[in-house]
């Protein structure tokens, strides 16, 4: 029964790859990617991953885990494998695999859909199995503290620099796409306002009347988003109400500064694990949603399987298709931050380590079928409608007259009739310029699900789309804030014993305050680029994203080779060296003499530019800061790069030690001891 | 003071899936900590459902949790 089963599976994903491959040009049916993808997922889980457990971490039912080991009934507990795979699931996937896989249809539907498929496979799903198997074996030690343990000092202080970095860039990215989906959107900023004290009173509710009741509390909640979106678009019909919520860019971002700031120094349960509840609640629902209204819907993908754009002139972002798509794109494929979580609180809930495969593997399997389903929605788009949306003012024009008339030069045909009643459909002012991918994904989520669920309701479902990205951006930068805090408080504390301490409130404020200002510097300066800001903010957060994976991998390659599985140490190591090639080849990022990938080229361009008097007012006013923001750019690619290759020098000099039979610092992993578990007593079950 | 095993044997499948509902969300946090407080630490203090939630929350949040 098994092998027919797979015999099934390599067959579909066989035919699905096939129909792909035919239809070339011609428009393909989404069906066939979700088929591919299912198949995919499924014969890497079933072959693929039970070889790694097998026969690669040796991957032992019979020993007992931490969670077993060290119960306390709070954050080691023995937990059944469904409950650890949502908790898991409901960890790693956040807007990443929404906002990569929109960006990078820029070069058509497939380059992104392989390297999300085969990334995920042969390299995501491999990571954060495999860190979470070693974060087992260690008592649920954090990624840092097994890079220190296993490789030396230097290997867990680049964790903490890369993942303090990669927190800023993320925070100041995610800004800004929610930003691009807010302004001059009354409807999107009143609702998005309205989800504060919903959170709030979420927050009370959990803490003063009812504490803990969880499941109640959430109903309230998403039941008073649901309302606020339908509440935003009556208000965008009144003309007085209206203008209280129109905002530009600007005084948005100076918000999201704000709330960030304020959230970060409240008490979690005031709004920071209420909005969460929230949060994860949509997401688990609007991805079933959206699957099912795929499946339903089965919409043609009008976007090319590949465009021009792969030479590097692409409007979203400048770069080739190597290795700019692999940048784009790194959750959904590959994401080290998978690597901060699969050691951190999920490890401690492990009952069994055979679970491994099902939590590491399969979490991230669905994660990456999420980016597949965004690529969908983005591709189901008019190409000329895509590029509309996402395309900056400075690249485009600046009239919708210009931005049509450039992109209907490409050959994707668009008129600003169309794009004004589309707009008008969604209930916006205008769809043009809303970089960042959020509004694209909505405007396909909205015509996915109009056309199952009814289509009087698109700017209905727009606007929801919208409240939902925005909802667990802000959850993620509220989270990542806080997090940020407390490793540089860590930080600080080697220069000032006190500024380490994280209850004591001027060292919070101090703290919470750098941080802050830190991405909402980036965030500042990528509202104020005329090219959108995303073009620069997102190719950087991957280079860094790719950098903690490729850490995560060497520690991972550095365990196998020590503990003599070297003959298996390729499977951690192709990815890893795959992503070194990646984001080495992201030195173009530097060294580009082309404007619209090189930093430096760009700072030098604008500079000349200034120098000479050939720029509009507007833009002279701020080229100043765009300067020197690219040449900031580009040492903080250097400085990624830079660690990424240190941290695998320091993991070869580990490796070298050890075939030449030297002495090495010993395994952290914890002793044997046999498993008095008996199957069906846990928790959950 | 172990919640009284329920007697009711009716729709065991939908039993089964307010009970996998709970434990997704958490929850059921509380009359779990409270289980294992009563057959392992019997004699040490049990905290209140107030107190286990605020401890359960700060825990939580103190740590990368959230992911991009």
Known sequence: MRRFSAVVLALGGGIAMGGIALQRHEPINALWIITAAVCIYLLGYRFYAAWIATRVLLVDPSRATPAERLNNGRDFLPTHRAIVFGHHFAAIAGPGPLVGPTLAAQFGYLPGTLWILIGAVL????????????????????????????LGPF?????????????????????LVIVNAMKHSPWATSTV???????????????????????????????????AVVAGGWIDHQPQLRNAFDYAALPIAAAIVIYAWVAAILPVWLLLAPRDYLSTFLKLGTVALLAVAIVLTHPQLKMPALTQFIDGSGPLFGGALFPFVFITIACGAISGFHALVASGTTPKLISNEADVRLVGYGSMALESFVAIMA????????????????????????????????????????????????AQAMGEHTLFARTGGAPSLAVGMASIFGSSFGRSLAAVWYHFAIMFEVVFILTTLDAGTRVGRFMLQDLLGHLWAPLGRTSWYPSVLF????????????????????????????????IANQMLAAIALSVATGILIKSGRARYALVTLAPLAWLALVTSAAWQKIVSADVHVGFLAAAADLAAKLAAGSLSPERAAVAPQLIFNQ????????????ILWFVILDMARVCVRRLRGLPLRSSSEAPYRQSQLPGPALAGQ | MSPAPSTDRRWPRLRALWGLVRALSGDDAYERYRAHHVARHAGEPLMSRREFCADAERRRWSGVNRCC
């Open chain 1, 123 to 150: 390299g995501g799903c491999v990571q954060d199995m495999t860190i979470l198997f070693l974060s087992t074996r260690r008592d649920g030690r954090s990624l840092g503290q097994m890079a220190r343990d296993e």
């Open chain 1, 155 to 175: 290997g867990g202080f680049a964790a903490l620099i890369g993942t303090l970095l990669i927190l800023i860039v993320l925070s100041a990215v995610l800004g």
């Open chain 1, 193 to 227: 306002a309205a989800t504060i004290p919903a959170a709030i009173l979420v927050g009370l509710y959990l803490r003063l009347w009812r504490p803990g009741r969880v499941l109640e509390g959430s109903i309230i909640g998403v039941s008073l988003v649901l309302l």
């Open chain 1, 511 to 542: 703290a919470s305050t750098l941080l802050v200002a830190a991405w909402g510097y980036f965030l500042y300066v990528g509202v104020i680029d005329p090219n959108g800001g995303v073009n620069i903010l997102w190719p950087l957060f991957g």
């Open chain 1, 631 to 642: 040449r900031l750019d580009a040492a903080l690619t250097a400085l990624f790069t830079a």
């Open chain 1, 375 to 422: 690529m969908i929605a983005a591709t189901l788009l008019d190409p000329g409608v895509y590029f509309a949306i996402n395309s900056g003012a400075g690249v485009v024009g600046a009239t919708p007259e210009a931005a049509v008339h450039t992109i209907s030069g490409w050959g994707f045909p668009v008129t600003a009739e169309q794009m004004q009643a589309l």
